[in-house]
């Protein structure tokens, strides 16, 4: 689990100072207000450590298949109020599960700009257990090693050169001796928690009438929810009676949403298509046939059961094309999904009814103030701004940003004196 972010002028972030992530993190917000900058920070680190190129320092996307963006060049990615500095960083603090090699730990990388225009790492720090390993880039792309904050004096090169942003070299590791294992164990465990977030973004695939199936389960559910139906027909098809549990959670979740009752997978006679059977009120329908709200959710639901245990699940706008109530039923999904399997979420959200819910959750003692951050995005000029909303026991929202979600006491307060001037109006 992510348990800390900080970014430095990282497009819209000049310093978002340190970001505390929680097992469910919230970011609200305007429009491109910078919400989904800090959880692209992330991705962009998940996109490189998968990239092939073992020696690429950071991977912007464009031409690999592991891409989950395109962030363009250098200067695209630098902010626009960097003031003459001509670097960015991402660090980030985690936890994983006991038993793992390495428990704890911190990441931090600056990036700058070669002269041939690459993006290569200028300074790559790595923490765990009290100990500090870094690279520092010098003259004509050597780097130089340092161990708890003292130099080693055998290591000064290019091929110390760090890999994929996390990694140090096999020569650095040679180099370092005893220290060797442990800064390639913190490596390993950095890697796995960024290739354990799953991502769902905004834009999903509409539905389909039918699903051609290999008989395979994907690796990904994918960005924009294209292998849902493929993941759910694995678990329930491939897995006997105990991989019925995604089938049976998702129609449970679409039953409290009143958007659905139950889910049925239905073979199309001998082949290997299979449709999806919505049932509600008795009625039985293609998943083509009903509202897309159900066609757009059910990639979240899916992805609630799918994602590893211990591992992040990043949502963009979970709540679109749902009724009201649908939203509000998601902050309970996140909640309990979190509880049950030890999933983080991080959730960028427009929808007051997600986050009020959220709020009367706290005030039920169903979760914790502590293992629920909200965050409110602004924009301060060129930069973005971050307000962590502070939440007491009941909930209740101590420092609100004014306005965001309208003023519904204003608006009734409003509706009242109109009624009432309109009457006193027919009277005359």
Request: glycine residues 8%.
């Amino acid at each position: 689990m992510f348990t800390r972010l900080r970014l430095t002028n990282f497009k819209a972030w000049k310093d978002s100072g340190d970001v505390a992530l929680k097992p469910v993190t919230m970011l609200l917000g305007t429009n491109s207000s910078g919400k989904s900058t800090l959880v692209q920070s992330l991705l962009l680190l998940k996109q490189t450590v998968q990239a092939p190129d073992r020696t690429m320092h950071l991977n912007l996307g464009g031409d690999g298949i592991h891409d989950l963006f395109h962030f363009g060049r250098f200067d695209d990615v630098l902010c626009q109020a960097a003031e003459g500095v001509r670097q960015f960083s991402i660090g980030f603090d985690f936890h994983r599960a006991a038993g793992e090699r390495v428990r704890t730990g911190q990441f931090k990388a600056t990036y700058g700009q070669t002269a041939a225009g690459s993006v290569a790492i200028q300074t790559l720090d790595l923490h765990t257990a009290g100990r500090h390993f870094q690279a520092l880039r010098r003259d004509k792309g050597a780097y130089a090693l340092r161990v708890d904050g003292a130099a080693h004096a055998r290591a000064k090169g290019v091929q110390y050169a760090p890999e994929r942003s996390v990694a140090f070299s096999a020569d650095a590791i040679a180099v370092l001796d005893q220290d060797g294992p442990v800064v390639e164990d913190l490596s390993l465990a950095i890697r796995h928690e960024l290739e354990g977030i799953s991502y769902l973004g905004p834009l999903r695939r509409r539905p389909e009438r039918d699903y051609l199936w290999n008989k395979a389960q994907p690796g990904e559910v994918g960005v924009d929810g294209r292998s849902a139906i493929d993941a759910l027909l694995a678990s329930a098809l491939l897995k006997g009676s105990a991989g019925q549990e995604m089938l049976h959670g998702v129609s449970s979740w679409l039953a409290r949403m009143q958007v659905a009752d139950r889910l049925e997978l239905r073979q199309q006679g001998r082949s290997n298509r299979y449709a999806l059977i919505v049932h509600r009120a008795g009625v039985a329908c293609n998943l083509y046939d009903v509202g897309i709200g159900v066609a757009q959710v059910l990639p979240v639901l899916v992805l609630a059961y799918f994602a590893p245990g211990g591992s992040t699940i990043v949502l963009e706008e979970p709540e679109i094309h749902l009724h009201p109530l649908a939203q509000s039923v998601l902050a309970e999904l996140l909640v309990e999904i979190s509880q049950q399997r030890q999933v983080q979420f991080i959730v960028e959200t427009h929808s007051e009814h997600l986050f009020r819910r959220m709020q009367t959750l706290i005030a039920r003692q169903q979760v914790d103030p502590d293992d629920a951050a909200m965050y409110f995005v602004e924009r301060s000029g060129p930069t973005a701004q971050l307000r962590a909303l502070a939440l007491d026991g009941y909930g209740r929202v101590q420092n609100w940003p004014t306005g965001f979600f309208g003023d519904a006491m204003g608006e009734t307060r409003e509706q009242a004196r109109l009624m009432l001037a309109r009457q006193q109006s027919a009277q005359t």
